[in-house]
């Protein structure tokens, strides 16, 4: 299975800024040191032409040349930097190569993005372009391109956040369905208008999210045949994630995993993954979570590369 990095390519931040730019490197050392069968690539640079599916190009350009406002960078919640800008591309560009190994071997990992909150035209909350927006689109013009469909994509948000800019984006595309689990009363608290939008109280559990999240993954298959899955795998619904609210443990959070790649692997369908947020008061928590996820889906692909019945894969519980 193919996972691929950006962490060298490190945003310079104030002293004491909230966001845990770390985790990245250190999940990709645990990745290294635990998964061997795990295959690490340096992630692409996402050229303009590929963010223009999603973004405006104006917005790209001032992203590209620091002429961002300082009131847009509020907004992202980050300082301008050319460390910015090349960090942001190459995020995007290892959801595009995720989104390309899926398709070929089953399975492919981005080890840092789900920058769900960046609209078309403007960035937030710690997210600057939208790679799982920007992959899709990608998906669907390399069809278009080889004389096929357009294919149809399902992208699967489970951050404790709604992906606030990823429903605006296809918000009346039937192409693209998004479905989100989040926080009722956490950011954004203006929400947008999803396919299909799942707010929990704050304190959820195990057992309640696991209920809501099986419910929501048969209505999503009842009213879309998707062709392929991109899944925004947040470490943030677990229980003492500083940002979060929700209750998860560690094992609910493999509970929530294995629900997804279960899905995925009944319909054979190709998964993309995205690590997302994830702000624990405990960092090495934080990567734990993560690192689950790939660990979970480096089980589904190897059950799915080795067997050829797809009863094997329906039954196969992946925790």
Partial sequence: MKAFYSDRFVLPLPAGHRFPMQKYYLLRERVQAELPDVVLDEAPIAADSQLARVHAADYIERVATGALSAREQREIGFPWSPEMVERSRRSVGATIAACHAARQEGFGVNLAGGTHHSYSSHGGGFC????????????????????QRTPHIAIIDLHVHQGNGTASIFQDDPSVFTLSLHGTSNYPFSKEIGDLDVALPDGCGDDAYAEALCEALSTLFERFEPDMLIYLAGADPHVDDRLGRLALSVDGLAKRDSLVFSAAAGRDLPVAITMAGGYGRDINVTVDIHLQTVQLAAVAFGVRRDSCSADTLRSVNFI
């Fill in 128 to 147: 600057v372009f939208n790679d799982a927006a920007v992959a899709a689109r990608a998906m669907q013009a390399e069809s278009r391109a080889r004389g």
